[in-house]
Every structure is written in C-alpha cells, then in structure tokens.
C-alpha cells in the first residue's frame, strides 16, 4: 500500500486534504483510489499541511488485513510510528487476521501549524461515554485540563446518524449545550470507513478506534490533548478503542487519553443522571434513527432505561420513549426476550444492571433480563462469529 502526498484544496467553506492510495493486492472490490479529510476553513492555521498521520492511522487496519506494507510518501510523527507497531502487536494477538505489516517512511517530521496548541478536546458522539467523560473534566480541578472543544465527527458507517443531514441536525442540538460551557464543536468528515467497509471491517468492534484517532490528528494547533471516553468498564475485551491502545496513538504534539474505564456503565449512568443538560440530548442508541430520540428498542437503549428507571431517573428523560399508568408510574414495555442480548460483551452489561436491578428491588426489570441472559447462554452464546466479520453482525444495522 502507498500512501501519496497530502494535496490541499482550498473553498470558501473547507478545506480538503487528500492522498491517493495505491493498493497492491489484486481482485480487490471496488475501492476507493482516493482518502480524503475535510476541515473548515475556519480551522487552517491549526492544522499541517503535509502531515500523513491521520492516514497513515485511517489505513492501517486495511493494511493488516491485506497483509501489505505501507509505504508513506511524506511527513509522518516517528513517536506515531512507534506507537503504531505497538499497536499492530496488540491487535494481531486478538485479530490474528489483523496481520503485522512494516512501514516505510520517506519524509522528514510534519510541519508545524501555523497556531501553537493550547486547547483540550473531548471526542464527543451525545452518548453516555462521552457525556460522563466531559461532566468529569468540565468539573476537573486543574483547569487546564478543562476542554475547550469537542470533537463531533462525520467519518463513520452509512448509519442514519451518520448521514449529513442528520449529523448536521444533531450538531444544532449541541451547538447550544457547547456554548453555553464555553466550548466550541470541531466537526471534519471523512471517506475513511468506506475503506473498512469495502473489506467487511466492522466499524463498530475494530475500525472505530484507529480513525477517531486520525480525526485528532488533523488539528496539531487546536488541541494538546484529546480525550476518548472508554467503552469498557471494569473489564477488558478485544476492542478498537481500550485504554491500552489509543494512548499509544498520539504523537509529539498530541496526546490521546483513553478515559473512564475504571467506572462500570451502571456507574456512569448514575453519574450522568445528575447532570442536567443530559436529559434532552442524551442518545445511547445503536440505531440512532432521530438526531437526539433514542429507539427505545435497541439494547444499549434497554441497558440504558433499565438502569434509569431502577434510579428512579428515567422520568427526568425526553430522550427515551416511555409509557406510564394511570398513576404516573413507568410500565415497562412489551418486549421480546429472545432479541435483546446478543454477544458477550452485551451479556455482561446485562449482568451488571440486574445485579442492580435487585438491589433496588425491581423485580420485574430484573425478571426479564434474566430471561433474556438464559435465552442468550442456552441459544445464542456457542454461535458466535469472528468479531473482525462486520457482516456477521447484520443485527446492529
């Protein structure tokens, strides 16, 4: 694989940075030729012009599924270079159809922006990791950890939220949240998942990880630091995003910090359930249909209103669907058991919230995740997929 040099256009509005991608395995699909990040014109004296690290980031793991070399043609960090064959070694050992590839530099370090970067970005998708994240350092005691910007990007799969209407929907909903804490939203988009797409990389287990970090690297004057919430909790699974692989991620002049996973979801839903801006922008859905409405039928959805309404919270919430009696008190909906849990890693969210559920006593809520965890070990569980197979999980879309 050969990574060309960057070209810059220039428009009233944005600027586009691309590089052509040369592929050396045969037989491909219909791939893109060409990797390309857009950034507002606003932004160009934060970011390098020349810089290959966010593509160097965004191909890497089609690389390694291929098995080819990268050969880079211009500037890239060598701290980045380094992290990289880290990350490689972890993501081999867990995907061993992730194979390691070598890379071959040909150029000095990047250019300097124009700007010197003072600020603190926060990547922020309106979700329960994001929200916890930025409650956590919006009240930290240094205050030059405090963000300035939240990182809010266009670069994923052809999911509804991440169509641009809708993605520009939801970013007007959190304009006014951002502002009002005196931060500002940084939103580039990219073509770089229709490279993990074409090759059946599932975006939701594998890809995420490794492209949200190049959406940080194409600002080296905005931010010093870059914080991704964590998506685990308490434990560790195989993952695009862990604690032990996004640090290693950053360069010289930008750090990537993986935060939270040292609070279990029960934990950061408690958490978040205080904080009121959340109660009309929260959206934990996998669906996503609405730009702030969650489906309410989806199983980060479920998790998500279980332990509300466990918390006695879920009524603060205009983001979740919900009926109530006569009395005021939430009913919890008609569902189908056999449908809500399908993997190990939602398992064992599952688990987590009926343990609480018991604790506060509510036994219907802890009744029917019981019987979906017994429909999931007895049916499900012995037919699991290859995680990397984005296709074996028809399920999310």
């Not at 993986?258 to 839903?269: E, L």
């Amino acid at each position: 694989m050969i990574l060309s040099p960057v070209k810059k256009q220039v428009t009233d509005s944005h600027i586009l940075l691309s590089s052509q991608i040369t592929f050396q395995t045969p037989s491909l699909p219909s791939m893109p030729d060409t990797l390309w990040f857009k950034v507002a014109r606003e932004h160009e004296p934060y970011i390098s012009e020349n810089s290959l690290n966010p593509f160097l980031l965004a191909m890497l793991f089609p690389a390694m599924l291929l098995g080819e070399p990268i050969q880079i043609m211009g500037p890239v960090s060598l701290e980045l270079l380094e992290g990289v064959y880290s990350v490689q070694h972890h993501f081999n050992s867990w995907f061993p159809e992730l194979k390691k590839v070598t890379i071959l530099p040909d150029g000095d370090e990047p250019a300097l922006p124009n700007k010197i970067a003072t600020g603190q970005g926060v990547c922020f998708s309106g979700g329960l990791d994001s929200f916890y994240s930025l409650k956590c350092y919006l009240d930290h005691p240094n205050p030059r950890l405090r963000p300035t910007h939240l990182l809010t990007a266009l670069i994923g799969p052809p999911l509804p939220w991440q169509r641009e209407e809708m993605f520009l929907q939801m970013l007007a909903h959190y304009l006014p949240f951002a502002h009002n804490y005196g931060m500002k939203i940084v939103s580039p988009s990219s073509n770089a998942c229709d490279f993990s797409e074409k090759l059946n990389l599932w975006w939701g287990h594998i890809a995420h990880g490794v492209i949200t970090a190049a959406a940080a690297h194409l600002y080296p004057g905005l931010w010093q630091r870059v914080v991704i919430p964590s998506s685990h909790y308490g434990f560790f699974y195989p993952f695009g995003s862990t604690p032990f692989t996004d640090p290693l991620l950053g360069s010289d002049m930008i750090q990537l910090v993986n935060h939270g996973s040292s609070h279990t979801r029960v934990d950061k839903t408690l958490a978040v359930s205080q904080w009121e801006p959340t109660y009309s922008l929260l959206n934990v859905c996998a669906r996503r249909p609405h730009p702030v409405m969650n489906c309410g039928q989806c199983e980060k959805c479920w998790r998500t209103m279980f332990t509300l309404l466990c918390a006695g919270a879920l009524e603060r919430y205009t983001t979740f669907p919900y009926q109530t009696n006569q009395r005021g008190e939430i009913l919890l909906p008609h569902w189908d058991p056999t449908s809500l849990i399908h993997n190990d890693v939602q398992a064992i969210h599952q688990t987590e919230v009926l343990e609480f559920a018991k604790r506060c006593h509510q036994h219907q809520v802890a009744t029917a995740i019981s019987q979906a965890l017994d429909h999931y070990h007895q049916n499900i569980r012995h037919q699991q997929p290859t995680p990397a197979n984005r296709e074996t999980y028809s399920w999310m879309r």
